[in-house]
């Protein structure tokens, strides 16, 4: 199996306004094949919002390599990486990030747009997959009109309606109930079935025991990797209350 | 994907109405203030060179100077001296009484032109003949001021009897005419004013002193060079009087001395008008930058799902420039129906003047201010990485 991600040498600095340096990231390796589901586990604070966001383009590291599907990133253009955040990725912030002043349907069409889908089939698609998260009811809705959970499904739904190979997930079950959470685990595992990669950060076991694998970090690094045994498998009913 | 850009445009301005109101504000308020402040200058001083030529011909005027109080009077002989030149001399003496009308007395300043000099113009009725200057005919004309407050507004003035005190002494004249109004930024025919034949004068004020004038109006047509005919008169008068017993003032003068009061007045204008464009501009700026922490975090999110750098400057551009457009638009309708509206309320303004230089000046500095100021910090925005943009505070 080929590796979709190549992560070699990361390392993530912030310099802070006083000087002071954070290293998010120490020089991580990390590799992950085409078409696995993994999940991100590790302290508060120890690097896996760091490391998701440069996995998913959305920022440069400041050392290392880092090759997404063969292509090293850093040579990449800045209108090359959105055009790959834009086909080959969907995103799921931990902050949701949705666009306050419009529904909660714009909000996921708005991808779309950017690859120039026309409206029409944009609106369809956009609603397939809210309705896919449970969200047909909700979708005039504006993100302050909306429960927190309602708000993270909005982000799941905007993240899958560009139908995207790689799907990154910063905690999206973090502020589900369990039943809606098991439903959005059982939609992970048929997108996982549908051969897509899948990453996602939790703090959970019970959460992580989905996945193939954990990948475990601290202080910047990737502790270790362990193959999940006991493997739970959710279903998506397509029934969220 | 233009296209697409302007309906996401404009749906960011739906969204956001409080900013784009404010936006709009700003512009309409830069473009409004230029227009009309610039615009007025233009208006007032055409209203103003306008109103000295409603005046008629040319005048010379001549009269003893204020300093010497005992300076002899001019005389029907230095009429008739003055009047081989091309102009017509008037013969002018003036007084002030009182004119009633059933209970109704008002205060009146008289004058008395003769019949074949007059220049008043009538706006109703007739004024007199050479008939009723050789009759002395208890005949007078009022100014629409004096015929407003002297009758009842459904009383036709025409054809009454006004009673005329006159140095203690009353006499009964008939209403002929209502003099024209031509503006009151001269005077002229506006004031509780009337006036009356010469001869009829003479008749009723007793002190009057026949066939001597303090000040003698000239008027002269408009293709006579006022200057050479001016150093005729003086010479003339040279020779008949004492050294320096007179002064000479001409209306084309005094059209020079109103073009230097209309150039301050329209730089004065013209300086306010330019403050104006820097508030309104400073309002533009300001709105746009408050919103700029805002706007960042959007930025970085449409960047996040894959909108390329020129597809986002695209949208804000077209932000700016529907938003200024508009605002400059309804700037300039607002502006121009002030404009006729002052205009239609200050008599002495008759015409609307509105220099397109000043709405393309005013309307360009407005719109390069909110592009400008709505751009830049749009493309800064847009070279941060999407996480960078999205962390923005
Ligand atoms: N923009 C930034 N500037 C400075 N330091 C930062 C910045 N972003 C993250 N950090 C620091 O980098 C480290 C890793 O942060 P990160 O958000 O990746 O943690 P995390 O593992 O996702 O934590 P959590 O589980 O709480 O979400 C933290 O110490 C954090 O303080
Ligand atoms: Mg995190």
């Not at chain 1, 292509?71 to 955040?85: F, N, P, Y």
């Not at chain 1, 909660?104 to 950017?114: D, E, G």
């Not at chain 2, 009309?36 to 005048?59: C, N, P, R, V, Y």
């Not at chain 2, 015409?351 to 909110?370: D, L, Q």
Request: hydrophobic share 45%.
């Amino acid at each position: 199996m080929s590796s979709v991600i190549e992560a070699r040498g990361i390392k993530k600095i912030y310099t802070l306004e006083g000087g002071l340096k954070v290293h998010a990231l120490n020089g991580l390796d990390l590799v992950v094949e085409d078409g696995q589901y993994a999940a991100i586990m590790g302290p508060s604070g120890s690097g896996k919002s760091t490391l998701l966001q440069i996995l998913g383009c959305l920022d440069v590291p400041s050392e290392g390599s880092y090759k997404l599907a063969g292509q090293e990133v850093a040579d990449l253009s800045e209108d090359e990486l959105s055009g790959i955040r834009n086909k080959r990725i969907g995103f799921i912030f931990q902050a949701y990030n949705l666009l306050g002043r419009s529904t909660a349907l714009q909000n996921v069409a708005l991808p779309l747009m950017y690859r120039g889908t026309k409206a029409k089939e944009r609106n369809r698609l956009a609603k397939e997959a809210l309705e896919r998260v449970g969200l047909a009811d909700r979708m005039g809705h504006q993100p302050n009109q909306l429960s927190g959970g309602q708000k993270q499904r909005v982000a799941i739904a905007r993240a899958l309606a560009t139908d995207p190979d790689i799907l990154l997930a910063d905690e999206p079950t973090g502020n589900l109930d369990s039943k809606t959470g098991d439903e959005i685990l059982g939609l992970f595992q048929e997108l996982h079935e549908e051969g897509r990669t899948i990453l996602m950060v939790t703090h959970e076991e019970e959460v992580a025991k989905h996945c193939q694998k954990i990948i475990r970090i601290r202080d910047g690094v990737v502790e270790r990797i362990e193959e999940v045994k006991d493997r739970q498998m959710a279903t998506f009913t397509g029934d969220i209350p | 994907m233009f296209l697409e850009n302007i309906r996401t445009a404009i749906t960011a301005l739906f969204s956001n109405r409080m900013r784009s109101l404010l936006t709009l504000l700003g512009v309409v308020i830069g473009v409004f203030a230029v227009t009309t402040t610039i615009s007025m200058g233009a208006i007032a001083t055409a209203g103003i060179t306008g109103e000295l030529e409603d005046f008629g011909s040319q005048k010379i005027i001549v009269f003893t100077p204020r300093d010497k109080p005992l300076a002899a009077n001019f005389t029907d002989n230095d009429i008739e001296a003055l009047s081989r030149l091309p102009l017509i001399v008037q013969k002018v003496q003036d007084t002030a009484g009182f004119a009633k009308y059933d209970d109704k007395e008002i205060q009146l300043s008289l004058s008395a032109v003769s019949a074949d000099t007059t220049d008043t113009k009538i706006a109703r009725g007739r004024i007199y003949n050479e008939q009723d200057e050789a009759y002395a005919s208890k005949v007078i004309i009022l100014t629409q001021d004096a015929v407003q407050n002297l009758f009842d507004k459904d009383v036709d003035p025409l054809g009454k009897e006004i009673t005329l005190t006159i140095a203690n002494s009353r006499t009964v004249f008939t209403v002929i005419g209502i003099e024209e109004k031509s503006g009151g930024l001269l005077g002229i025919g506006t004031g509780d004013a009337g006036t009356i034949p010469l001869s009829s004068f003479y008749s009723v004020v007793p002190y009057a002193k026949k066939g001597e004038y303090q000040y003698l109006p000239m008027q002269v047509d408009l293709d006579v060079n006022v200057d050479d005919l001016v150093s005729q008169v003086k010479s003339i008068l040279e020779r008949r009087r004492e050294k320096d017993s007179f002064s000479i003032n001409t209306i084309k003068g005094l059209l020079d001395a109103f073009g230097n009061i209309t150039k301050i007045l329209q730089s004065i204008l013209g300086g306010i008008g330019a403050v104006s464009l820097l508030v309104g501009g400073i309002g533009i700026l300001n709105i746009m930058l408050v919103s700029v922490t805002e706007r960042t975090r959007e930025i970085g999110l449409r960047k996040a799902l894959g909108a390329k750098k020129n597809v986002i400057m695209q949208q804000f551009m077209i932000e700016a420039v529907v938003l200024t457009v508009i605002g400059g638009v309804i700037g300039v309708i607002f502006a121009v129906a002030s404009l006729y509206l002052i205009v239609a309320a200050v008599p002495f303004l008759d015409k609307v003047i509105i220099n397109p230089m000043v709405i393309i000046m005013a309307f360009g500095v407005s719109v390069a201010t909110g592009i400008i100021f709505g751009v830049w910090p749009a493309s800064r925005a847009a070279s941060l990485s999407p996480i960078e943009a999205l962390r923005f505070e």
